[in-house]
Each structure stands twice: as C-alpha cells, then as structure tokens.
C-alpha cells in the first residue's frame, strides 16, 4: 500500500529563519495537498498540486511537486510566530482517499 | 455557504461502553465525507470515507464503523470501546464527483476512554 514520509518530525526555528519540510512517497501521485494544524485546532488546506514540476507560491509559502511525482515540499522563507503548527501533506493515489503524511511540527522562536 | 458540524466536541467514556459521534454538513449535496482519528501528537488516520448515501469503505479494520443514513449525515459508532481508542475524531467533507478537491475539516470530537 501507499506510504507517506514526511520530514523532519520537528523544526525549531527563530523567527526570520527559513523552514522547509519534505514529503516522499513510494508510489507515484495523482495529486498531492497540503494542510496546516494549529495547535489544538483542525487541519486547513493550504494548496494542491497537480501537475509534474508544479511550483506554486502563496506569499512567503513555496509549495513545489517533484518531476516523478513522488514527492513534494513546502518552504517558507522568513518564518514568523503565526506559522506556529503542524504541517500535513495528503497524497492521492487518484482515489477519493487521501492518506496523511506524519507531518512537521514547527515551532517559532520569537 | 458550507459549514459542518461536529458534536460532542469533548467526551470521556469508560472501556467497554458504546459510541457516537455524529457529523453533519450543510450548504451542499452529495459531499464526500470522511472519518480520520489523530493521536496526541500524531497524524491523521483514515477510517473510513463515503462518496453516498449507505457506501462507506473501511480503511482500517478495527473495532469501529461508520454509516451515512442521509446525504449529509456521517456517524461514527462502536459497540465497545477499548483504552486505544483514544483520540481526536475528526470528519471532513469535499465536493462530490471528483478527486481533486479540498478538504474541509469539522472541529473535531476529543475521546478519552478510561
């Protein structure tokens, strides 16, 4: 079956550093989400990638799907306090199920 | 607009008692739903998800169920609870008739069993 490894597990940064966090997959994707936890809350879809290459950018948030469509990545330049939370991606397999990465907890360091 | 509900938000049962958990959505039709439990600290565990009324696929087999007696209506159950049935429950819809679409999380059902 399909399995999702997402790193690291955690990421302390100080604010104004950058943070990146690796989604890999072992099977080849249809698409892939991503989706942020804050703390004590639910996940809240951020993008979703489609295409082989993708980059998509939301402010200071780079979202990129790999060539092979295995795996992905999210960076975000500059963190700040507000980016405090756990960092999901959700590959499909081109079902209607998408199965969650580990994900990243990051933490910001004011 | 669509919102979905989720209750109790919090509940503590004892080991071997029943369950409950209902999640309804509103503002639209022929959603895809679906059930995920979250340990502390950890990531989202697919149980089961529905594209209509009465179809529910299981992902993991275990001492859970899930039925969906209306269209926007998906309800968690079990019959006896164990200690690692624990967690946090949440139910999430997207637009129906399609893989590419969002999802949209309710705000979660926190279970402790004793």
């Known amino acids: 079956g399909q399995q999702v490894m997402q790193i690291p597990q955690y990421q302390h940064v100080q604010e104004g550093e950058d943070f990146t966090t690796y989604c890999n997959s072992s099977?080849?994707?249809?698409?892939i989400q991503w989706y942020k936890q804050r703390p004590g809350g639910h996940p809240v879809f951020l993008i979703q990638?489609?295409?082989?290459?993708e980059v998509k950018k939301q402010k200071r948030l780079t979202f990129q799907f790999g060539e092979a469509k295995k795996n992905s990545s999210l960076h975000i330049t500059a963190t700040q306090t507000t980016d405090v939370g756990t960092y999901f991606c959700a590959p499909s397999s081109g079902t209607y199920k998408y199965i969650f990465g580990t994900g990243t907890r990051l933490k910001v360091l004011a | 607009s669509q919102t979905i509900h989720q209750w109790p938000a919090t509940l503590v049962q004892p080991v071997g008692s029943p369950l409950s958990l209902e999640c309804t959505v509103e503002?639209?039709?022929?959603?895809?739903l679906y059930w995920y439990r979250q340990a502390a600290g950890r990531g989202l565990q697919l149980l089961f998800y529905?594209?209509?009324?009465?179809?529910i696929s299981s992902e993991v087999p275990q001492n859970l169920s899930a039925s969906r007696p209306q269209d926007r209506q998906f309800i968690l159950s079990s019959k006896k609870l164990l200690l690692s049935d624990s967690g946090f429950y949440l139910c999430?819809?997207?637009?129906?008739?399609?893989?590419?679409?969002?999802?949209?999380f309710g705000p979660g059902t926190r279970l402790t069993v004793l």
């Open positions: 099977t080849t994707l249809s698409n």
């Open positions: 529905s594209v209509g009324i009465g179809q």
């Open positions: 999430a819809w997207s637009v129906g008739g399609g893989f590419y679409n969002e999802q949209f």
């Open positions: 503002g639209t039709s022929n959603p895809n």
């Open positions: 990638l489609v295409k082989s290459g």
